[in-house]
């Protein structure tokens, strides 16, 4: 008899901004009782959720379940920057562009099927467009090596055909109100999300189709005559399939073992700005800024119901135990508060009102954790880096495996190869620690 035990939970650091600026949050039943299902999903983020969405799509009749450790919106998916992005985003390279063409191609319809999806998201829960806004993004620079990464990656886009723009100092000026970039490479087609209020939407709005529980962490699964019988602290799911869509957390019950990367990004959000500090900042209300460089500083402005903020996303830390701590969360807080004030001078006096770390999972090739584990037992996970749109396409294709053996963007996903494995620690998290402070440090201005 095959049996999984989880080793440890999802553990959060500083609660998500996101979040905490939306209103109260309406509460999703605890699982407190014994039940059945045809499949059990274990994690509400953007893949679980587009598995749920996608199983209930190819067959309304399916008796689904999903379980989420603590409060829809204040995992990992709630913790992202919001950048659901339709190109080529390799961290790994200089200026995002994939390993060749056709490859990068392939992604980027992928991606835009998403997308696709995540819009009938947004349609079906009424998302206003401050929270699902197809307003494209900008690669910033602010060094020359930054502006040649800006050049490179127009190069590569105009060989694949795709519209963008070079923008002047000026041009990023005039749009940010910073000083600080020298230059920048707008694309059309990210789409721009509030990752808390879509996954609140999207959770809300299965609950009425599915079995959605919240503050359920799935604890172990163990192997039956006739299935699965899945625990958590106060009822059990016994249950013909499971998908774990837990990214990083699919290692604490004993798969891909030495093989995934667990990254914990930080992130912090200013208060409310005023009407006279709207005035001297400048530029358009709303936009958002990748770095020319992949470890560079993510910037996003916001306005609307929730205030008119700005968002600064930068450094990150190697955990093999999938959390970070209060002191790395604070240390990077001062990093991001020097960030600010190089970009907005003008803003001498703005404090941040929330600051969160949050953790995504990464394998050394770029693989995804996908696919059949056990009988009966699927994996979406390991999303590197791009959550939004990778985990709700990897959701999407494990929901058409699990129902149809297979589909176009599960071969895709089953094409790759097996993550590799990582060196022995200590190694493994001196080598990535040291790695991140140098691809940072190398970023410079960025």
Known sequence: MSAYTAKRLPRQTGAAGWNAILPPQDALPVLESDLTADVTIIGGGFAGLSAARRLHQLDPSLKVALLEAGRFAESSAGRNSGFMIDLPHDLASDNYAGSGLEADKAAIAFNRK???????????CALPQEMFDPAGKINAAATKAGDQHNRDFAAHLQRLDEPHQLLSQQDMQERTGSPHYTSGLYAPGTVMIQPAAYIRALSAHLAGRISVFENTPATAFEKQA??????????????????????????????????????CLYASMTERLTPEQIKRLGGTPRWSVTPADPMGTSVRRISGSYGDRILVRSCSSFHPTIETSEMRLRNAGWVQDRKFRERFPQLDGVQMEHRWAGMLCLSRNGSAAFGELDQ??????????????????????????????????????????????LPPEPFASLGANTYLMWKEWRSGKE
């Not at 998403?114 to 079906?124: C, L, N, P, Q, S």
């Not at 016994?238 to 798969?255: C, M, Q, R, Y």
């Not at 999407?396 to 089953?414: D, K, R, T, Y």
């Open 226 to 263: 006739d299935g699965w019988r899945v625990s958590t602290p106060m009822g059990r799911i016994s249950t013909g399939k499971i998908i774990l869509a837990n990214n990083g957390h699919l290692e604490s019950f004993g798969f891909y073992q030495r093989r995934l990367m667990h990254i």
């Open 376 to 421: 009966g037992v699927y994996s979406a996970c390991c999303q590197n880096g791009l959550g939004i749109a990778r985990g709700t396409l990897q959701g999407m294709g494990i929901a058409e495996l699990v129902l149809q053996g297979g589909s176009q963007i599960a071969s895709h996903f089953l094409a790759q190869p097996l993550p590799p494995k």
């Open 114 to 124: 998403a997308i696709r999806f995540a819009k009938g998201v947004a349609e079906d």
